[in-house]
Structure formats: structure tokens, C-alpha cells
């Protein structure tokens, strides 16, 4: 699995809207069976880590289970109430449908990629 390293995170940093949502998550048919409130459950924790990123030893980003910042960004994308135990059940979905991975308390999340 290829997870988003401290390049692209600095890359993607610069990215003008509020969030950065990769399009390729709901334009693509590699992730039609992920639930849309999963797919804004990614982009929640992605843009977590790219307001607080933490690196591993070989330069990818993670971040940690119970960020506090996840929970907030899912409010403002999805307009709905939010609590760690409904973020734990996404993260526990993106884990199962191969977009994160856990390493005990960190997560890392697949590098999303448009390919034309």
C-alpha cells in the first residue's frame, strides 16, 4: 500500500479550498462500494493529516486514532453531528475496505491517485 508520504503532504498543503478532496475517491469505480460517509471520513482524516502530520521512520505521514481535528472537519464537510465512536466506525470501514491502515494507534491512509 502506498501511503501519502511527507512530500506529498507539503505538496498538497499549498491546495487553495478549505479541504482537499481527491476526486478520484468518488469519480473512480475502484471505490463505488465505499459508503459516502466513509468516503467524507477520509477525506476528514487525510485533511487532519495535512494540518498535523506525524512521520514514521521511512517519511510517511500518520496520524492517530482519536485526533480531535477529524471529528470537527467531518462536521463542517458532512453538516451532521459527529462523535469518536461514529469516527471510530469509519475508520474501522476505511480500514476494511483497504483505504487505511493501522499500525496501533496510528493511521495511515492510501495515497489516492486519479489515473488517466
Do not use: C
Not at 479541504?19 to 468516503?39: C, G, I, Q, S, W
Not at 512521520?55 to 505521514?61: A, K, L, R, T
Not at 469518536?84 to 492510501?110: A, C, F, T, V, W
Request: no cysteine; net charge negative; glycine share 6%.
Amino acid at each position: 500500500m502506498t501511503y501519502y508520504t511527507k512530500k506529498d503532504i507539503e505538496n498538497l498543503k499549498g491546495y487553495d479550498d478549505e479541504y482537499y478532496v481527491p476526486n478520484a475517491l468518488f469519480d473512480t469505480m475502484e471505490y463505488k462500494l465505499v459508503r459516502l460517509e466513509v468516503k467524507w471520513g477520509f477525506v476528514a482524516l487525510l485533511n487532519a493529516l495535512l494540518q498535523s502530520p506525524l512521520y514514521d521512520n521511512d517519511g510517511n505521514g500518520y496520524i492517530k486514532d482519536d485526533n480531535p481535528s477529524t471529528i470537527e472537519i467531518l462536521k463542517n464537510l458532512a453538516h451532521k453531528a459527529v462523535n469518536q465512536e461514529k469516527m471510530d466506525g469509519y475508520i474501522s470501514e476505511l480500514e476494511e475496505s483497504g483505504l487505511l491502515e493501522r499500525n496501533g494507534r496510528n493511521i495511515y491512509l492510501k495515497k489516492i491517485n486519479t489515473i488517466f
